[in-house]
Structure formats: C-alpha cells, structure tokens
C-alpha cells in the first residue's frame, strides 16, 4: 500500500534508531507490508508487535475531516481497497519471510487491545499507520510513555489526514509535552522521544 519512495524513507529513518534498545511496534499493518520490511532491516532477534483490527478502518468521523469521509463513501474507487481490510494471514506471511523469530499480531481495536497490552521490555521504533483521530490519539495515549528515551514515533498519515494530524497536536499539547514533530530528509514525519 504504501509507495515505493515512502516505504524506503521509513527504512532509511528506521535505521537511525536501530541501536536504540526495545521492540518494534506497528499500529495499523493491513497486509503487513512495512513492517516486515522493518523486521528485514532490523533483524530476527528484536521483538515485534503488530497492532490491527484486521477488519479494516472505523467509520471516519467529521473530525477525521472531509477528505476522509469522501475516500470512505467512495466504495468503487481503485484506492478504496475493501477499507483496508486484510486477513491476517497476509501480515503472518508477510513477517515470517522477513526472518523474524519473535513477532506477535494482536487483533482487535485499539482501544481495546493496547490499554491491556504489557510488554515486557520499552519500545525502541513506534510506527502509526491507523489513519485517523481517535485511532492515532489512542496508540499514544497508550503507547508513548512505553517508548524508550532516543526511540522513535513514525506517524505514516501526518501529512495525510486532517484527524491523524489534530491528534499528534492534541495528544502533545494535553501533555504540555515540547517534542518536536519532525520530518525526514524523504518526507516522513517522526518524533524523537525525549
Ligand atoms: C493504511 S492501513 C496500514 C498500512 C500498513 N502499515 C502497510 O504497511 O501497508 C491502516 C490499518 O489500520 C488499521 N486500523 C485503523 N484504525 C484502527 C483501530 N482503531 N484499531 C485497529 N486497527 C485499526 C486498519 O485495519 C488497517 O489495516
């Protein structure tokens, strides 16, 4: 799903972070593509998580905003692509090819599966791709106090969707947090955890 130019760019960025100690962790895997591209780059011997409802996307909301909305209503396009729906034997196969030894794929909704979740270890590489609001701001409502200090928040749909983006804002500011939103030398939005 993700382009070419964008997939590279998430290795080059990810590769900056590979001595950062911790898991990987991806929000949002569809058939798994990215992250197992990862899980080559990184190696067998790190942890992987894999966080998806494997039923596709929520309904989009307004605050999602109206691109969002019109890409969900639009059933035929060529991009719709069952709304991201995937079996997760796609994702399954996807990282037993990558070679890793340690990987797990939770199913369920974000709000359900990762308050819940306990890892045994911090996270060293955080990658959101869940597209909207309420999906990024609940993987860092959970998730960004479990990343390892010098780890990294890759946030694939910063530039995408309006909902994706408010919530990066909105989960910063509640916080009173000051971590810059940054960008790739390839365009691809990341935070540093400080
Ligand atoms: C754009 S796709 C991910 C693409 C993927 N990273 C890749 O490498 O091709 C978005 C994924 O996020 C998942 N998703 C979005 N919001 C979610 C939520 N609230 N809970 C669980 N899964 C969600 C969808 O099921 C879908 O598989």
Known sequence: MIPIETYIGNLILTEQFKNIHGSIVECG???GGMIAGVAELLGKDRNYFLFDSFEGLPP?????????NAWQNDKNSPLYLDNCKAEMSFAEKAMKMSGAKNFKLIKGW??????????????????????WYDSTIDCLTSL???????????IDDYYVWDGCSKAVHDYL????????????????CYIIKD
């Open 29 to 31: 895997v569809w058939r």
């Open 60 to 68: 989009a909301k307004e605050i999602d905003g109206y691109a969002a």
């Open 110 to 131: 974000f709000s359900d599966s990762l308050p819940k979740y306990s890892f045994d270890e911090k996270i060293a590489i955080l990658r959101l791709d869940g597209d």
């Open 144 to 154: 960004y106090d479990k990343v390892n200090k010098g780890g990294v928040i890759i």
């Open 173 to 188: 500011s509640k916080k009173g947090l000051t971590a810059k939103i940054r960008q790739s030398a390839d365009g691809i």
